[in-house]
């Protein structure tokens, strides 16, 4: 008789943002059982109800925070196999007129909060011998993007934590790996365009920029992290895997 092995679960944070609801419709339709932790509880509840998901409010800035939505799905849905940090958050401004309040937020939502949150949960995958990470980095951390200096350099820092964690862990049975969007059509690529003339021309220079000619989709992103965080790519670890049609081949 063979026997069936339990579903896999999957954490992921900013799941009720554009790309992360995307990514849990994805790893849902794969039979994976969903946590769906956002800082927006109401965010996450509605990508719950579309993916037969947990939602869970989590502010990936606070310690405290991390521990209940952890425990609580946890407690919920069983251990944690799949962790995909996609939270983030930026604005566009040249870095000349950035001062440290902008620069603590950037740093903490995009590079300490997605280390935190990895810390948390990498160290009941250790005792299980089994993890997927999966790391929602960006283009702008490969090659760097104009007014973009300091969240370049969190996805940046997080490519290079995402490396170190993955040589770290590799005889664990734990891969972690990072994906990088291009830019694409969610809520936070509208608040940082704005509206009007001067979006739409921002919005153009780009399209033209992509050979592909046109910026991304959320669900251009999620087969790409339903495949690293698959059984599948176990020898596939410390990875950047770009979803930008081609605007950047690094
Ligand atoms: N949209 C793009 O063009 C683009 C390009 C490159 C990389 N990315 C990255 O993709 C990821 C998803 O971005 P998106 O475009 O879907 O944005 P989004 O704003 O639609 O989603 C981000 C989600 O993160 C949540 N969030 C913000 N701060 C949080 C916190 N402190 N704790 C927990 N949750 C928090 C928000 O509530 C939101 O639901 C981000 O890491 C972003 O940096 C996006």
Do not use: H
């Not at 997927?132 to 969240?151: C, Q």
């Amino acid at each position: 008789m063979v026997e069936e092995s339990a579903p896999r679960t999957a954490f992921v944070t900013g799941g009720g943002g554009g790309i992360g609801s995307a990514i849990c419709q994805s790893l849902s339709a794969t039979g994976v059982r969903v946590a769906v932790a956002d800082l927006d509880f109401k965010r996450a509840s509605d990508t719950a109800k579309s993916c037969e998901g947990f939602p869970v409010e989590l502010d990936v800035m606070q310690p405290i925070s991390l521990e209940k939505a952890a425990s609580d799905v946890e407690a919920e849905i069983g251990p944690v196999d799949i962790l995909v940090n996609c939270a983030g958050w930026e604005r566009f401004m040249p870095f000349v007129d950035t001062d440290d309040e902008f620069m603590d937020r950037v740093l903490e939502i995009n590079l300490a909060g997605p280390m935190r949150v990895t810390r948390r949960f990498l160290v009941p995958m250790i005792s299980r011998g089994y993890g997927r990470i999966v790391n929602i980095a960006s283009d702008a951390g490969r090659v760097g993007s104009s007014l973009e200096a300091i969240y370049s350099g969190a996805k940046g820092g997080l490519i290079s934590f995402t490396k170190t964690v993955a040589r770290e862990v590799a005889r664990n049975g734990i891969t972690a790996n990072c994906v990088c969007p291009g830019p694409t059509d969610t809520p936070l690529m509208k608040e940082i365009l704005g509206e009007g003339e001067r979006a739409d021309r921002v919005l153009g220079a780009i399209v033209k920029a992509v050979p592909m000619k046109r910026i991304g989709v959320p669900e251009d992103l999620g087969p790409a992290v339903v495949f690293l965080a698959s059984d599948g790519a176990a020898f596939i670890t410390g990875q950047t895997l770009s979803v930008s049609g081609g605007l950047t081949m690094a």
